[in-house]
């Protein structure tokens, strides 16, 4: 029986965890229940304003969208994953919107708790027949920016898929407006 209960490396080189004790999820959910509770505290007793919050720097605060777009070339787009990070200045993502085509209207797949941040990972799939081929919105971002510096973003597409679920060579493009 295995009980390695050390970090051990994932396909993508991230660390996680395991654990084989049936009374970690207890304690997994307990610990998670005290957090919740904290961040409830602070968001209440500091006034309203969520952790983290930085108030913008003499009023230089500023709304900015970033359009995220997929071009898939000739194969049609049936699922996709994108990560986009501010790399200069200081960014908030205020909200995330979905794309043009009907396939992906919805808002992408993502980390609630990344909103308010300046790093995301966006992710959707559609198993449906009309899926968009060429280079289509995949996704924009609502965000907010302060100081005098103009952002920068970066960003890299981590999968692009076609309908059969073989991956696709496609690539991911910014645009500000």
Same mark, same amino acid.
């Given at each position: 029986m295995n009980r390695d209960h050390g970090p051990r490396t994932t396909d993508h080189g991230l660390k996680s965890s395991s654990s084989s004790s049936s009374s970690s999820s207890s304690i997994f959910s307990s610990i998670w229940t005290r957090a919740l509770i904290l961040a409830l505290l602070l968001i209440f007793l500091? !006034? #309203?304003?969520? +952790?983290?919050?930085?108030? @913008? *720097?003499?009023?230089?605060?500023r709304s900015a969208v970033v359009d995220v777009f997929i071009d898939s070339?000739?194969?049609?787009?049936?699922?996709w994953q994108v990560e986009l990070a501010a790399e200069r200045g200081k960014?908030?993502?205020?909200?995330?919107? !979905? #794309?043009?085509? +009907?396939?992906?209207?919805? @808002? *992408?797949?993502h980390d609630p708790a990344a909103?308010?941040?300046?790093?995301?990972?966006?992710?959707?799939?559609?198993?449906g027949k009309d899926l968009p081929k060429g280079k289509t919105?995949?996704?924009?971002?609502?965000?907010?920016?302060?100081g005098d510096t103009e952002p920068d973003y970066a960003t890299r597409l981590d999968a692009a898929a076609a309908p059969?679920?073989?991956?696709?060579r496609a690539t991911v493009s910014l645009v500000k407006g």
């Open positions: 500091g !006034g #309203g304003q969520a +952790p983290g919050f930085v108030p @913008p *720097p003499n009023g230089q605060a070339g000739a194969v049609p787009l049936a699922a960014v908030k993502i205020i909200a995330i919107e !979905g #794309g043009e085509h +009907p396939a992906y209207k919805e @808002p *992408p797949r909103i308010g941040y300046k790093r995301i990972v966006l992710a959707a799939f559609n198993t919105r995949v996704a924009r971002l609502r965000l907010q920016t302060l059969d679920g073989k991956r696709i």
